[in-house]
């Protein structure tokens, strides 16, 4: 019976840290759930054996992620152009790539705290007590493993675990310092400083005595590390606000209209018109414009764009006569009408004499949408995800240039997830970053959200005006200290206008790429290595001696 409860307990538990650690993809606002979340993960793993702690890990995120992303089986189904029970037979096993990639930092810290060996085989009794680590000082090296799987692992949806602190900015400025990663140290950061109160408030009511517990939490690294962030944070809104202020600017529309429909051309040339001699720049969503041959340079001729272009949308002219540059994403094509040789996912920029000044070709495909991870090494999977047409992958990081200043960097849909897209375009000397999203597929509101808080760190962490035109949502616009600063509802047809500063200072975490990752690994690995064999090696030898 006391071992049936105990297990009884453990689910409770496990279920509340899964909801907690899940409760900020599913409402942003609740950050300080995942701090909490994160907290009793680590205090979870803390106290179980070994075997069962990855276990009782795997089954927590297990269940967070499903919940997270509940959405996503209904999408692969309808990838695979089949029923519900295949999508979710498909996201089986991503959830359980994903629960380890999420348990393995807790099962890691819990074994250096505990001062448990990973590679030899020392029971918990032959442990020496000097070798163990206070539960407070777990959150480091969960926070150094978590970054570095999150660095190597590939994943279909890259979602961080700092992401779940975006809807408080001030938490996330330093980003721009160390890169993505840093928001992760400082969600485990966080999750240690809860760790450190509760322990403080612990001892606190069963010593009756308040002044040594406050005096041990004044000496806490974990909140002195997030007193330090938070000053930080405000001192760079202040400095990027004032400097977006004195900075040169531009105002844009950005047009959201869902294109899979014969008359989405027409609506978005309508709200194109609408705000036609008041802006400089005008951005259409990805698969807004048609699919033209690489040698077409110019739109006003139509007999030469029909002959040039293929279907979808064959001798599409997007906006005759524009009054502006016009930034849509289209298709490029080298070779026969029917078959071509190559095939790009492309954002088009046109000048007011619909001359094409610039094309940026797609360089990070969708995993299962644009190509089939694993298909020349798993038999069958391409037969489950059927693709129309084989998308090329482009190769550079290639900056469009507007009217006067502007140089835009342009991601495509997936690339605004991915940090290392947005900083090759920042370094090739982008002032603005542009996000062309085709979104029709999603259905569930959810999911548009969630593809703008994985994209919404780009902004901060390279301090750029970040506009993102999406076919359903979310368009938006987000400044550089990474505040959403005007945005449309969700799956309707607008248009959205807004002023935006052009900012030409590189931050560290451009300067130094991903070098951040490489620091945690290698302190990681010092500290896996002082673990195995350092910490054990005057125990083993008094051991042998005194047999």
């Known amino acids: 019976m ?23 993809w599913l409402a942003p606002s609740l950050v300080w759930c995942g701090w909490l979340g994160v907290a009793g993960a680590l205090a979870l793993a803390v106290s179980l054996p070994p075997r069962a702690g990855m276990a009782w890990m795997l089954a927590l995120y297990g269940m967070a992620v499903t919940a997270a992303f509940h959405w996503a089986p209904s999408v692969l189904a309808q990838t695979m152009r089949a029923g519900y029970g295949w999508g979710a037979a498909v996201f089986v096993p991503l959830v359980l790539w994903e629960a380890a990639r999420a348990a393995l930092p807790f099962w890691l810290a819990a074994r250096i705290v505990l001062g448990q060996p990973l ?8 442990l020496r007590p000097d070798a163990q680590l206070p539960l407070t000082a777990a959150w480091w090296p969960a926070a150094l493993a978590a970054v570095v799987l999150e660095s190597v692992t590939p994943s279909v949806f890259p979602w961080r675990f700092g992401q779940m602190q975006i809807a408080w900015p001030l938490t996330i400025q330093a980003v721009d310092l160390f890169g993505a990663q840093w928001s992760t140290v400082m969600e485990f950061a966080h999750a240690g400083a809860v760790l450190c109160v509760a322990t403080a408030f612990v001892d606190a009511v069963r010593s009756r005595r ?44 950005l047009v959201q209209v869902d294109p899979t429909y014969q008359s989405s051309a027409e609506t978005m040339l309508r709200l194109t018109q609408s705000v036609a001699g008041k802006v400089d720049l005008v951005c259409w969503p990805e698969s807004s414009g048609g699919n033209y041959r690489a040698d077409l340079d110019r ?9 040039l272009s293929r279907n979808p949308q064959r001798g599409l002219r997007p906006w005759p006569r524009p009054t502006c540059p016009l930034l849509l994403g289209g298709q490029t094509f080298r070779g026969d009408n029917r078959h071509p040789s190559e095939l790009y996912q492309s954002a088009i920029l046109l000048d007011r004499q619909e001359r094409i000044v610039g094309r940026y070709h797609k360089r990070l495909l969708m995993p299962f949408g644009e190509y089939v991870p694993g298909k020349g090494w798993i ?6 995800f059927p693709l129309r047409e084989v ?6 990081a290639t900056v469009l240039t507007a009217d006067g200043n502007a140089r835009l960097g342009v991601m495509i849909c997936y690339e605004d997830m991915h940090p290392e897209i947005a900083r090759s375009l920042v370094a090739n000397s982008a002032n603005l970053l542009c996000s062309l999203i085709n979104g029709a597929s999603f259905g569930n509101p959810l999911t548009l959200r969630q593809h703008r808080l994985l994209a919404q760190l780009r902004a901060v962490e390279f301090r750029r005006y ?4 999406s076919s359903t949502g979310e368009t938006c616009v987000i400044s550089p200290v990474g505040r959403v600063a005007a945005r449309l509802p969700l799956q309707t047809a607008g248009i959205l206008t807004a002023k935006v500063a052009l900012l030409d200072a590189r931050t560290l975490a ?4 991903g070098v951040f990752p490489w620091v945690c690994c290698l302190l990681l690995l010092r500290l896996l290595g002082r673990q195995n064999y350092s910490d054990y090696s005057d125990y083993s030898d008094g051991r042998s001696a005194g047999m």
């Open 119 to 126: 590679f030899n085989g020392l029971t918990r009794s032959q």
């Open 210 to 253: 308040l002044a040594a517990p406050l005096r041990r939490l004044s000496r806490s690294g974990p909140v002195w590390l997030c007193a330090v962030n938070l000053l930080y944070g405000a001192a760079a809104m202040s400095y990027w606000s004032r400097q977006a202020r004195l900075a040169p600017s531009r105002r844009v529309a």
């Open 510 to 513: 451009c300067w130094t790429g």
């Open 391 to 396: 998308i090329v992958r482009g190769r550079e």
């Open 299 to 307: 739109l006003s001729d139509s007999r030469r764009v029909f002959e």
């Open 379 to 384: 038999p069958g999977i391409g037969r489950l």
């Open 466 to 469: 970040h506009l993102r035109a």
């Open 2 to 24: 006391g071992r049936f409860a105990t297990h009884i307990g453990r689910l409770a538990a496990a279920c509340l840290v899964a909801a907690l650690c899940c409760a900020p």
